[in-house]
């Protein structure tokens, strides 16, 4: 059975830090890109940071650029977030998601998923991250 969550949310105070986690069940990490979005109440959402599996790219966007990394544990099926500095703006609900890299560029497909992420094909249910003041 397919099922892709994230998994780490909660509250936090600002200045502190988070790892959030997705893990995937039903399929492997073998090929593929991952991205971290996240929404805030009533924002769009914003992409975060990527990865892709096949040869260990990243990216990290605004907002959480230099304030986040993102890795892979392929052999448990998992990709991290690590977030550190949290402001209370980075408030919102965290997704992971996921686009195959079989046979397309690595760096395009990231950089489509941010384009355009209505159209990327698995979504992990989101966790929800409380920063404080």
């Known amino acids: 059975r397919f099922s892709w969550q994230a998994f780490g949310g909660g509250l936090v105070q600002a200045g502190g830090s988070l790892r959030l986690s997705c893990a995937a069940c039903?399929?492997?990490?073998?090929?593929?890109?991952i991205a971290w979005f996240r929404q805030a109440p009533g924002k769009e959402l914003e992409g975060i940071a990527a990865?892709?599996?096949?040869?260990?790219?990243?990216w990290s966007r605004d907002p959480l650029k230099g304030r986040s990394t993102v890795s892979v544990d392929a052999s448990m099926n998992t990709v991290y977030l690590q977030m550190n500095n949290l402001r209370p703006e980075d408030t919102a609900v965290y997704y992971c998601?996921?686009?195959?890299?079989?046979?397309?560029?690595?760096?395009?497909?990231?950089?489509?998923?941010?384009?355009?992420?209505?159209?990327?094909?698995?979504w992990g249910k989101g966790t929800l991250v409380t920063v404080s003041s």
């Open positions: 998601a996921a686009e195959t890299t079989a046979r397309r560029d690595t760096a395009i497909t990231a950089g489509t998923m941010f384009r355009a992420p209505n159209a990327i094909s698995v």
């Open positions: 990865i892709t599996t096949r040869d260990m790219m990243q």
């Open positions: 039903g399929f492997t990490f073998d090929d593929y890109a």
